[in-house]
């Protein structure tokens, strides 16, 4: 089935640090979501993308639907040791209901 | 914002056995409900799509006699694993999308970890 690239895997970066990932697919999506999840919990949404080239904030969340509609990326600003965690970023295709996921960013923030 | 509640959060049997896993969209109604399995340190793998009132739709490779769904309402649907073997044991996450707006995104809820023995 269709796969979403997510990078880095992982990530260890000092408190206070500046975070970035992001996710390209060879294929478009029309929307990009981009979820965190703590240990034994389900994601949380954090940011929602509908339109191409669309920039949206959540706090100290930023995050990116590339303008060829193949990538988003998603920025932490400041971190702090709560934003340890995974983050998934998940697109929706055409008239799918169907969410593709990527394989993670594993983020632990050292204090 | 939406919610979306399942239960229980964890259980464990033993061999052989069946459980029932529920999903309940609390503030909104869903005639989509989608389950995931997610095994340790890897990504959501969709399951099947659970369709209220009809027939859920299951994705290559998962039994639908193994993992029965039902979602007779629009807020509750419902997946049995039946006849659980140790190969069954891992985190199972459902989610749903409110009807309206039609952009609205996935929220899920907070998984369901199985253990077989």
């Known amino acids: 089935g269709q796969q979403l690239n997510q990078s880095p895997q992982s990530m260890f970066i000092q408190e206070g640090e500046d975070v970035s990932m992001n996710c390209t697919s060879s294929s478009i999506f029309n929307t990009w979501l981009w979820y965190k999840q703590d240990p034994g919990e389900g994601p949380v949404l954090l940011i929602a993308l509908y339109k191409a080239g669309e920039l949206t904030s959540n706090g100290r969340l930023t995050a990116q639907f590339g303008i060829t509609r193949k990538d988003s990326f998603l920025n932490i600003s400041a971190s702090i040791p709560s934003d340890v965690g995974i983050y998934f970023c998940?697109?929706?295709?055409?008239?799918?209901?169907?969410?593709?996921f990527g394989k993670g960013t594993k983020l632990t923030v050292n204090p | 914002g939406a919610v979306v509640s399942q239960h229980p959060s964890w259980v464990i049997c033993k061999s052989g056995t069946s459980v029932k896993i529920e999903c309940r969209s609390l503030?909104?109604?869903?005639?989509?409900m989608f389950w995931y399995r997610q095994f340790p340190k890897q990504s959501l793998m969709l399951m099947a799509t659970s369709n209220e009132g009809s027939k859920a739709t299951y994705e290559q490779g998962v039994e639908k006699d193994k993992f029965l769904i039902n979602h007779a309402s629009l807020t509750l649907s419902t997946l049995t694993v039946t006849s659980a073997h140790p190969e069954d044991s891992s985190f199972y996450i459902c989610?749903?999308?409110?009807?309206?707006?039609?952009?609205?995104?996935?929220?899920f809820g907070n998984g369901t970890r199985l253990t077989v023995t």
């Open positions: 503030d909104f109604q869903a005639t989509t």
């Open positions: 998940a697109g929706r295709q055409g008239g799918s209901e169907k969410l593709v």
């Open positions: 989610s749903a999308r409110d009807l309206v707006p039609q952009t609205s995104p996935l929220h």
